[in-house]
C-alpha cells in the first residue's frame, strides 16, 4: 500500500477526544458506537459521534459530525483525524471510514492527510486519504484548488 504512512503518530489529545466522544454515539439500532475527531489546521480539536436515526437512511456517521464541527468552528482543513470504535481484545472488526465518509473527508483534506482508525484487537493504524480514496474526485475537478475556497 504506498500511501500508507506507518510511523505518523496522532497528535496526542486526538485518540482521547475520539474516545471520549464515543460514550456519546447514539447507535441504538446497530449498536455500533463510533467516535471521531479531528485535529484542524487551526490547531483546534473537534469531535464528532455517530447518530442513528429510525429513518435509518437519515443517521450520519461520526466523520461526518467531526467534519461538520469543524466547518462550524471556522476551519476548513483536516490536519488529522482519528476514528475509534467500541473494541474488545478478540474484535477483528476495523473502523476505517465508510465510502461516502471519505469522500466527506476529501472535500477537507489532501491525499498525504493521516487518518488513524481503530483496527484488529483495539490498535490504531494508520493510513492516508490518498491510499483509501484513490483517484479522488474533489474540488479540482470543478476548477476549485485551494482548501477554504468557497
Ligand atoms: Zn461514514
Redesign the pocket.
Known sequence: MPNTVNNVTPHADLLKTAQAVLGNAYAPYSRFQVGAAILGVDGNIYAGCNVENAAYPEGQ?A??SAIAAMVAGGCLEIAQICIVKKSTKTDSAQVA??G??RQKINEFARADTPIFVHGKGGDLKSYTLGALLPVAFGKQDLGKKDLGEK
Do not use: H, S, V
Open positions: 456517521c466523520e461526518a471510514p465508510c461516502g465518509c
